[in-house]
């Protein structure tokens, strides 16, 4: 698993821009490339568009580490959101829809959540990391499915609104909606969460 | 308007996160980010409660090439420390030393040296490559370092070897000789005979023809050996 300190303390030593920055940088490379090229291959499906999609996403970084915020991110989910945007972008750009027929997700929304996150308990995580995850896992179970498999194939595929309502069949006004249901319906949930614990 | 008293403004981030934001639409909620810190807060919040564990198993392992890509585009080579510093160098010899020696077919040494002095082993040298290994003599008064290589070694045409020695005490390597060949004897100056002891170390990088233009190792490091005697 990756470890966020970790990972902050290497994006913090390659902004430095010093002797240490390169190598620095080749461990952040050697921690965090496998787990982002897994990333873009769920949403490209073509290794070597995945890995096209690494590269920039690395370069990317590299440049973005100068105005990095250490205290701000998450630093994983910010360079997942750096990888998945290349991949999207790149995805539009090229016709993989075609090849692509996502059988062993879109039919099973439940099974590839569990695929895709790792939902199991961490010790070595703060307190609020965890709770976070829980709440997350909580309010996506109590959507109605179709909202549900609407947002899941959104961020594990990288599908836009026009390809998920082509693969579900169904009209592009009804994915729309639930794409947006199921945003607030999650937000709604997560809040609710939270006025708990305060 | 501005985003960040936008009533959409958590819609749009969750659009953002989970990837159905889009082409201009996305692009101006990012330049939005940049601008505005209140809505690149409320984006911030968004991700560190919708930031899901990734599991393992969709790791892969990326081809080597992506890495040296980046490397080469990037100029990483600048943000490196020289290898002499690096921590734990001289333990392992860094890996990245490639071994960039000409083995030149073999050249017969015909004649025997004229007057060989009386030397005793010093160190032996090596490096990655096992095929290349040196071993180090010096003379009883210390002034003449001879190196004898397993098999022969010749620089190429635009290159030369440059023999270093690092003192025991640390500091920066200092040149003792630019070499051709890694057979040689050389006169040790005068200011690092005493130097040339137990603990001190002897390296061979590899430098543009004619020694190393900064005074300091620039090319890869080839053999390295601690002086043991």
């Known amino acids: 698993m990756l470890d966020d300190q970790e990972v902050r303390k290497l994006l913090l030593r390659t902004a430095a821009r010093d002797e240490g920055a390169g190598e620095a940088f080749q461990r952040l490379y050697e921690l965090c490339a496998p787990l982002l090229l897994g990333i873009a291959q769920r949403i490209l499906r073509r290794r070597e568009l995945a890995e096209e999609a690494l590269h920039d996403a690395f370069a990317r970084i590299w440049k973005a580490t100068e105005r990095y915020d250490p205290f701000a991110t998450q630093p994983v989910a910010w360079m997942a959101t750096i990888v998945r945007n290349r991949a999207i972008d790149i995805r539009a750009s090229h016709d993989v829809s075609r090849v692509d027929s996502y059988q062993d997700s879109g039919d099973d929304p439940e099974g590839s959540l569990d695929r895709l996150f790792d939902w199991t308990e961490n010790t070595e995580e703060g307190e609020d990391r965890r709770r976070a995850a829980q709440w997350l896992r909580d309010c996506l179970s109590r959507l109605e499915g179709a909202e549900r498999q609407a947002l899941v194939l959104s961020y594990d595929r990288g599908l836009s609104h026009g390809e998920l309502a082509k693969h579900l069949g169904k009209p592009l006004g009804t994915v729309k909606t639930w794409v947006r249901r199921g945003m607030q319906n999650m937000r709604a949930c997560l809040e609710s969460c939270m006025e708990v614990v305060r | ?229």
């Open chain 2, 1 to 229: 308007m501005k985003l960040a008293n936008h009533p959409q403004l958590d819609a749009l981030s969750g659009e953002y996160i989970i990837g159905t934001l889009r082409g201009a639409a996305r692009r101006r909620f990012e330049r939005a980010l940049r601008e505005e810190p209140a809505a690149a807060a409320r984006l911030r919040y968004w991700e560190g409660i919708v930031a899901p564990r990734y599991s393992k198993m969709i790791e892969a392992k990326p081809s080597m090439n992506v890495w040296r890509r980046l490397e080469r585009e990037l100029g990483l080579a600048r943000y490196r420390m020289p290898w002499h510093q690096r921590a734990g160098f001289w333990k392992g010899l860094a890996a990245a030393a490639t071994a960039a020696l000409v083995l030149a077919l073999a050249v017969p040494f015909l004649a025997p040296r004229p007057s060989e002095p009386q030397v005793f082993q010093i160190a032996q040298l090596t490096g990655k490559d096992s095929a290349v290994q040196v071993v180090a003599h010096l003379s009883k008064d210390g002034r003449t370092l001879v190196l004898h290589a397993a098999r022969p070694v010749i620089a190429g045409p635009a290159q030369s070897y440059e023999l270093w020695l690092i003192p025991a005490e640390g500091g920066n390597p200092l040149s003792l000789a630019v070499l051709g060949t890694l057979d040689a004897q050389l006169q040790v100056p005068q200011a690092h005979v005493s130097r040339l002891r137990r603990g001190a170390k002897l390296a061979v990088s590899t430098e543009p023809a004619g020694g190393s233009p900064t005074g300091a190792p620039t090319g890869p490091v080839i053999l390295t050996g601690e002086i043991s005697t």
